[in-house]
């Protein structure tokens, strides 16, 4: 029996020994000693140690809520940094909201007691220390982070020898609502000082956990990388920089979210809440206001934000705000900032798709219903200022024929939403960041992410049915398979594993020496500048672009008709040839970027941004009518013109009937002789019997045309041959005869003193007036004719 204790003992010390993944190690800080996790990583060659739940900052609790965050005093204690801490207050049932299998959620814990940091460091780093850093900061729509299915950075660190941190801050009603930057007791902001507070934590305690201060990468996700770019742009108060270089990852429409009119629309959504929390009080009264707001429980808090977010609906606006915004795009284009890495998903606007899919279940007529009331005014809204008061008849028109059409079918709709939303709110957002960056001194490097084959997922474990990279679909690849473990409940395919390796690699040489990829030539990352635009393709590309998409469209169908459950198991996507990605080439091998001068997906970008920012701002109605020189403004004042001419055209004719009129009166008075009144008037009355039967006779002699297009004919000047003599040719046109009468009866009766160089007179004067209005009247013609 002690023989087999003896065996029980040793077998349970040489598991707990080499059995166990973990083991504790020990380090010591200014405000006290820590205890963290010797982890091994499944596949890795060395150890991590995980430091987790260090706070940087004390709670913002009590008098500290809706305040800048103040550091941490220390501990008395070992402080056992073995766990995450729960994350700050946030919103539920949203479309952010995470789940193991696609329809189970699992519970989540939260306290406005979150100001903490999670290290991850090599075991070199704690041995010989000097190694760079790369800080994460994740967050959606400045609303949310993720709760359950957290950035872990254990991989990456033992892959790459880098120390990783995650930093949780303060989001939504807790880390932004302000009233304003002069307003001294609700200034906002408060997610901002405790991003700064943990930069410079990690400044100071740098070397205790074996990296380098002065090789500081700050990486920013979703509305983190907003967030991370405002740092960039707010010089710290001692003039030293917080990191040395920047990485955005699907940063969105930062040039809204940060831009001329943002600080505006965050105080009047502050001001909305004030209101809905029941503490408006007189300028005079902000200690009440701030004493209020802070005895109001986290549900009160939480539920007023609930009904201004309206699920991401940008109706009201809550974020950080920039001083001196409007002239935002100057200083992007003037200030110095430092070296930056960064992109966007291929499809980021399939991450709505479950949403959508929901909204679609209730027919074609629901989701028409949603995309005029709801998408496209978020679109709008959020996509130009220039829009933001609504778009014209004509804009609208113009989005329609680009994205979907009134006769589409459900899954073509869903389809022309996700492209909607990833186009207007990623891709044109995107080029015009990469254009202002370019024209400063700061050094770019631009890709895109693209994930083709079945098995592609984002960060809540959500399949993409629509192909490509959704939004936050390169995270759980990016930081390695412990954490695409946790989301899919599975492991890596040999593809997946591949791609790992490819954006790990990429974005490590990037924290390590400012270079994607050093020391390539054929297939190397050129920085992106105006006269080399060079879009990195990083990840998969499509082997053949002419794929059938029958069976992918049955399955969507299976899914709004509720056969089917969307969930990990789903492995099919929608096709590639239903996506604008004519950028791609086929037939190439899926991990293989040529060194070319302007890539396709650049050139994607560019008619992109040409639609949204130089198409749709010049297509305003009121260009019809400002005379602003556009091409429909020219053929208004060409009909404008034509109606003048025929104004100018009678009254020309009235002017010269009375002219003939009162030449008749005048020479009947002058002239004494009968005989020749009567000759003349019987020449007149000749002259005219002449020419109508002339008329007569050309038109029985005319061809039958060949063709029943009706064009309006020109009118002959007098030296027309088919006319006939001059003298007929005015008889034709005036009425009048070579007798000397009027045929309208002005001249009844009338005489002449038959002097012939008075009728020569008179005809050479009714012959030039009357080829200058032949001029103008032919011209009309013609114009109405080859025009319009």
Not at 339 to 353: D, K, R, T, V, Y
Not at 568 to 581: E, F, P, Y
Not at 678 to 700: D, I, L, P, Y
Request: glycine letters at 10%; charged letters at 20%; proline letters at 4%.
């Amino acid at each position: 029996m002690q023989l087999f204790r003896l065996f029980h003992w040793l077998l349970f010390t040489w598991l707990s020994l080499w059995g166990c993944g973990a083991q504790q190690t020990h380090i010591k800080l200014e405000q006290g000693d820590l205890i963290g996790l010797k982890v091994f990583p499944d596949g890795a060659r060395s150890a991590v140690y995980a430091f987790l739940g260090i706070p940087y900052a004390q709670p913002a609790l009590g008098s500290l809520r809706f305040a800048p965050a103040k550091s941490h005093n220390g501990w008395n204690r070992t402080l056992q940094a073995t766990a995450m801490q729960p994350i700050c207050p946030q919103l539920s049932n949203t479309i952010y909201d995470e789940s193991a299998d696609g329809s189970i959620s699992r519970a989540a814990s939260n306290s406005e007691d979150c100001l903490y940091l999670n290290i991850w460091t090599p075991e070199s780093g704690l041995r010989y220390g000097k190694l760079p850093m790369l800080v994460i900061i994740s967050g959606e729509d400045f609303a949310y982070d993720w709760p359950r299915n957290r950035i872990n950075g254990m991989d990456f660190a033992a892959a790459e020898g880098i120390v990783v941190v995650s930093v949780q801050y303060r989001n939504n009603i807790y880390g932004w609502l302000g009233l304003g930057q002069d307003h001294r007791q609700l200034p906002g902001n408060y997610g901002l000082s405790d991003v700064q507070m943990a930069l410079r934590w990690l400044q100071r305690n740098a070397v205790s956990f074996g990296a380098n201060a002065d090789q500081l990468t700050l990486l920013g996700h979703g509305s983190g990388a907003t967030l991370a770019l405002a740092i960039a742009l707010q010089p710290a108060p001692d003039g030293a920089s917080l990191f040395k270089q920047l990485i955005l990852m699907s940063p969105g429409p930062v040039l809204y979210a940060l831009g001329a009119g943002h600080q505006e629309r965050i105080v009047a959504t502050g001001r909305t809440l004030v209101h809905k929390l029941g503490c408006q009080f007189e300028e005079a009264q902000h200690r009440q206001l701030l004493s209020c707001l802070r005895r109001k429980s986290s549900e009160d808090l939480l539920r007023a934000y609930e009904s201004v977010y309206n699920h991401g609906n940008a109706s009201m606006q809550l974020g950080v705000q920039l001083p001196h915004s409007d002239d935002l795009e100057q200083r992007l284009a003037n200030v110095s900032l430092p070296p930056m890495l960064l992109g966007i998903g291929s499809n980021e606007g399939a991450f709505m798709q479950d949403y959508w899919l929901d909204v679609a279940r209730d027919g074609q007529q629901a989701l028409h219903s949603y995309i005029n009331a709801t998408l496209l005014p978020n679109v709008l809204r959020s996509m130009n200022p220039h829009l933001e008061a609504g778009a014209s008849d004509t804009q609208l028109a113009a989005i329609r024929w680009r994205y979907y059409s009134d006769d589409a079918s459900v899954t073509q709709l869903l389809w022309g939403m996700q492209r909607l939303l990833s186009e207007a709110l990623y891709e044109t957002p995107f080029l015009r960041l990469l254009q202002l960056l370019n024209n400063s001194s700061s050094v770019g490097y631009a890709y895109v992410f693209d994930q083709s084959h079945a098995h592609a997922m984002d960060m809540r474990g959500r399949q993409n049915l629509f192909g490509g990279a959704s939004h936050s679909a390169d995270l759980p690849l990016l930081l390695g398979p412990s954490l695409f473990q946790q989301i899919a409940r599975r492991r890596f395919s040999a593809e997946e594993e591949q791609l790992c390796r490819k954006l790990r690699d990429s974005f490590a040489n990037f924290v390590k020496g400012g270079n994607p990829t050093p020391g390539r030539i054929y297939d190397a990352w050129q920085p992106y500048t105006q006269q080399r635009p060079f879009i990195y393709a990083l990840g998969e590309r499509t082997k053949s672009l002419e794929l059938p998409t029958s069976e992918d469209e049955a399955a969507i169908e299976d899914l709004l008709s509720g056969k089917q459950q969307i969930g990990i198991g789903t492995d099919r996507s929608l096709s590639r040839t239903n996506r604008h990605d004519n950028y791609r080439q086929g037939n190439v091998n899926s991990y293989v970027t040529n060194n070319q001068l302007d890539s396709g997906y650049g050139n994607h970008l560019r008619r992109v941004y040409g639609f949204w920012q130089v198409l749709l701002p010049s297509t305003q109605d009121g260009e019809l009518r400002d005379g602003s020189g556009g091409v429909l403004t020219q053929r208004v004042k060409l009909l404008e013109a034509s109606a003048d001419a025929a104004r100018y055209r009678q009254g020309f004719y009235a002017m010269l009937g009375l002219w003939f009129r009162w030449t008749t009166i005048f020479g009947r008075k002058a002239q004494h002789g009968t005989g020749t009144s009567v000759a003349n008037v019987e020449s007149w009355r000749k002259g005219g019997r002449t020419a109508k039967q002339e008329r007569e006779r050309e038109r029985v002699r005319e061809p039958a045309p060949s063709n029943r297009m009706r064009r309006p004919r020109q009118l002959q000047p007098y030296d027309d041959p088919s006319a006939g003599n001059k003298a007929t040719n005015i008889a034709r046109v005036t009425g009048i005869g070579t007798g000397g009468r009027a045929r309208d009866g002005c001249g009844d009766g009338a005489t002449a003193n038959g002097d012939e160089a008075t009728v020569a007179e008179l005809m050479d004067t009714v012959r030039n007036k009357y080829e200058q209005n032949m001029a103008i009247k032919n011209w009309q013609y013609q114009l109405t004719c080859d025009k319009f």
